[in-house]
């Protein structure tokens, strides 16, 4: 009788098992450790932004403790948030903009962390009208520590920008007059700001404004190999198919590369059996990507 192993097989494994023997135990070592990569994602803003809040309403499960009365801890916390075999690792970073002796204290925190990060979440509060600590530590911290790639701003709790009466809490959406002035808000900081690297998105965690997008944001954002785990641990309301493909394309172009890099040290006769073969392998692990982190 024909059995079904379909629940046993290994996709990757399949895929790879069509190049030549000596290189596969190599690029399956490689390709497993881009799959239980953890990506780092440091949450940056003034007390008060809604970090926790957006935490909650991006990723799966509470994630972040959420507290209307006292300010979180002034030290850096680390969350990790883990479903299935992946995980993803958030930095909860003190707020700038409480006082000007705390803000020296933490320029070197926010050096020292940069690195460590795939990814900044720079959340504003959407009637916030004090920006120049932010200001500040984006031009003369961020930047100079080749942070602006990394930097994605949300101006979070547009619902409450005004006219915050208008706010349509049928649709969880702002009303015409809302909308504009969440538009002057976003041109406002973008000449505070200066040129960014990825354009500032507006939402209102609370009620689920435009988390979504947001989403696709941070994906499109990501280093490639950091956007699959990403993907893996958002909502499922938010894993729409722009999410998946661009994480799909990033994970293949990921893999093409470690693939190149070890096919390129072959001598040249293996070497042209290997690339002759590495699209459809790339091709098959690409169609594994539900199986991996779906």
Known sequence: MYKDDTATRNPVKDAIDILPENIRESISRRINEVINYEPVIGIMGKTGAGKSSLCNAIFKGEVCAVSDVEACTRETQEIRIQFGKRSVKLIDIPGVGESAERDKEYEQLYRDLLPQLDLVLWVVKGDDR???????????????????????????????????????????????????????????????????????????????YNVTHLVEAMVRALP????????????????????????????????EQIIDAIIDQLPPGPRIVAKAVKKVV?????KAWNWIFG
Request: aromatic residues 8%.
């Open 130 to 208: 004090a920006f120049s600590a932010d200001e500040h530590f984006y031009k003369n911290v961020l930047i100079p520590a080749g942070g602006d790639s990394k930097t994605l701003f949300v101006l979070n709790q547009v619902d409450k920008i005004e006219p915050f009466r208008e706010w349509d809490i049928k649709n969880s959406q702002p009303s015409p007059a809302q909308m504009q002035n969440i538009r002057d808000k976003e041109t406002y900081l973008t000449q505070r700001f200066g040129f960014t690297d990825h354009p500032i998105i507006s939402v209102a965690a609370s009620e689920g």
């Open 224 to 255: 490639k190999h950091a956007q699959s785990g990403v993907a893996s641990q958002v909502k499922d309301e938010h894993k729409t198919e722009a999410v998946i493909e661009e994480a799909t394309a990033g994970f293949g172009a990921t893999v």
């Open 282 to 286: 790339v091709g098959g692990i690409k």
